[in-house]
């Protein structure tokens, strides 16, 4: 934990490099170390971590030389830190929603706040998934998401607004992540969907496979390929089915373009290969994903929504996944070794998994302490006398509201 009392002082410091340095660190901390959950909520480092971050991201917004690299680290570590609270991280998502959904929002106008927005999104997607209580709150994030998505093809008579492919693929890829979730148990799929699902979300994501980015059109039929398996397709046409499956067929086999980049273009053959397989015989998908842990060789992925939760938490956490699957209550029944080969992440399946853990004493006493302002505020003061105290959250999350 020293670690983490070295990235407490160095976040700080007046200087972007310095807190730069230190978000980077803490990041790493994060994804490969994963503290014991005990040490994080029983002492006051998790709310000092997350207010700290909560400055870095206002003083990114105040300056105009720099911050987008430090906004953009703090959204990765708030992101990295609900997932290692876990269930114990719900006032994460209770002080984050407004400012990440208020930067999500934001113009696009250059690259820095492309990188931004796309890392607004993935922390979006991170602390819904870690605290979200139940489907309500997954629905508001989803729509939030959901609306960068929709806006590039003017749905609803919105103004088509410009979205960068970058910021494109992670909400395609977040958002798909976020509907696996709210599955209420195995037999979702056979469910009649609710409003949450229209023919126009799916007829949104098939027009982005027209999308001049390949990536872009690589996510969206990932996407849709999860929505076909969990049903939410079933009210749309024949006509809409067939001119879907037509298109699908077109890109598993589409040629080389000259003056186009076709690097991705044997990926993106195999990727709608396999969805065409699926759309014609119910064929699933099957990946192997090589890992060091112990007794296991790979694992094994035969679903769409698994593969859309699998490609996501692999992209977010990086080198740190394996850690995760080993130590994380909120992976382990889904992606451990052993664990069933179609069996998803769920909100419903992670509140009961809270209820049957052999540390549910542990965790009783982590729901029942409250994030007080004050007490956070006093904790960073303790710190550094830099800040006056009726200012220091001024800058912080609370300002971003």
């Given at each position: 934990?020293?670690?983490?009392?070295?990235?407490?002082?160095?976040?700080?410091?007046?200087?972007?490099?310095?807190?730069?340095?230190?978000?980077?660190?803490?990041?790493?901390?994060?994804?490969?170390?994963?503290?014991?959950?005990?040490?994080?909520?029983?002492?006051?480092?998790?709310?000092?971590?997350?207010?700290?971050?909560?400055?870095?991201?206002?003083?990114?917004?105040?300056?105009?030389?720099?911050?987008?690299?430090?906004?953009?680290?703090?959204?990765?570590?708030?992101?990295?830190?609900?997932?290692?609270?876990?269930?114990?991280?719900?006032?994460?998502?209770?002080?984050?929603?407004?400012?990440?959904?208020?930067?999500?929002?934001?113009?696009?106008?250059?690259?820095?706040?492309?990188?931004?927005?796309?890392?607004?999104?993935?922390?979006?997607?991170?602390?819904?998934?870690a605290g979200a209580r139940g489907r309500d709150e997954v629905e508001r994030s989803l729509k939030v998401i959901w609306d960068l998505i929709s806006a590039p093809a003017g749905i609803g008579g919105m103004d088509a607004r410009k979205t960068s492919p970058q910021v494109l693929i992670t909400a395609v890829s977040t958002w798909a992540f976020l509907l696996?979730?709210?599955?209420?148990?195995?037999?979702?799929?056979?469910?009649?969907?609710?409003?949450?699902?229209?023919?126009?979300?799916?007829?949104?994501?098939?027009?982005?496979?027209?999308?001049?980015?390949?990536?872009?059109?690589?996510?969206?039929?990932?996407?849709?390929?999860?929505?076909?398996?969990?049903?939410?397709?079933?009210?749309?046409?024949?006509?809409?089915?067939?001119?879907?499956?037509?298109?699908?067929?077109?890109?598993?086999?589409?040629?080389?373009?000259?003056?186009?980049?076709?690097?991705?273009?044997?990926?993106?053959?195999?990727?709608?290969?396999?969805?065409?397989?699926?759309?014609?015989?119910?064929?699933?998908?099957?990946?192997?994903?090589?890992?060091?842990?112990?007794?296991?060789?790979?694992?094994?992925?035969?679903?769409?929504?698994?593969?859309?939760?699998?490609?996501?938490?692999?992209?977010?956490?990086?080198?740190?996944?394996?850690?995760?699957?080993?130590?994380?209550?909120?992976?382990?029944?889904?992606?451990?070794?052993?664990?069933?080969?179609?069996?998803?992440?769920?909100?419903?399946?992670?509140?009961?998994?809270?209820?049957?853990?052999?540390?549910?004493?542990?965790?009783?006493?982590?729901?029942?302490?409250?994030?007080?302002?004050?007490?956070?505020?006093?904790?960073?003061?303790?710190?550094?006398?830099?800040?006056?105290?009726?200012?220091?959250?001024?800058?912080?999350?609370?300002?971003?509201?």
């Amino acid at each position: 934990m020293a670690l983490l009392d070295m990235c407490i002082r160095a976040l700080q410091d007046s200087r972007h490099v310095a807190r730069e340095k230190a978000l980077t660190v803490l990041a790493g901390a994060l994804e490969r170390e994963l503290p014991p959950l005990d040490d994080l909520v029983t002492d006051t480092r998790c709310f000092s971590i997350f207010a700290l971050c909560g400055i870095c991201v206002k003083e990114g917004v105040c300056v105009t030389e720099g911050p987008p690299k430090e906004q953009r680290l703090a959204f990765r570590a708030v992101g990295l830190l609900a997932l290692s609270l876990g269930g114990s991280s719900s006032e994460i998502l209770a002080h984050t929603f407004q400012p990440l959904a208020k930067t999500i929002s934001r113009e696009q106008d250059d690259a820095a706040a492309v990188t931004v927005v796309a890392a607004a999104i993935d922390c979006l997607a991170a602390v819904t998934f870690a605290g979200a209580r139940g489907r309500d709150e997954v629905e508001r994030s989803l729509k939030v998401i959901w609306d960068l998505i929709s806006a590039p093809a003017g749905i609803g008579g919105m103004d088509a607004r410009k979205t960068s492919p970058q910021v494109l693929i992670t909400a395609v890829s977040t958002w798909a992540f976020l509907l696996t979730t709210i599955s209420e148990t195995d037999g979702f799929c056979r469910k009649k969907p609710d409003n949450t699902f229209s023919n126009a979300t799916v007829a949104s994501l098939a027009r982005l496979l027209d999308h001049d980015d390949r990536p872009v059109r690589m996510a969206a039929g990932e996407a849709l390929a999860m929505c076909v398996e969990l049903n939410l397709t079933q009210h749309a046409t024949r006509k809409d089915m067939d001119a879907l499956a037509a298109k699908v067929s077109e890109l598993a086999s589409e040629l080389p373009s000259r003056g186009s980049n076709n690097t991705l273009l044997p990926e993106q053959r195999d990727l709608f290969g396999q969805i065409a397989a699926f759309l014609d015989h119910g064929e699933r998908p099957e990946k192997l994903l090589p890992t060091s842990m112990e007794g296991c060789v790979a694992l094994r992925v035969s679903s769409w929504a698994k593969l859309v939760q699998l490609n996501f938490l692999t992209r977010f956490l990086g080198n740190g996944f394996v850690k995760h699957v080993q130590c994380n209550e909120l992976f382990k029944e889904a992606f451990s070794y052993g664990a069933d080969e179609g069996k998803v992440l769920s909100i419903s399946k992670k509140k009961q998994g809270k209820n049957t853990n052999t540390h549910a004493e542990k965790d009783s006493k982590v729901r029942r302490r409250r994030w007080d302002w004050t007490i956070l505020c006093n904790t960073i003061l303790s710190y550094t006398t830099r800040q006056r105290p009726e200012k220091l959250l001024q800058i912080g999350w609370q300002a971003l509201h």
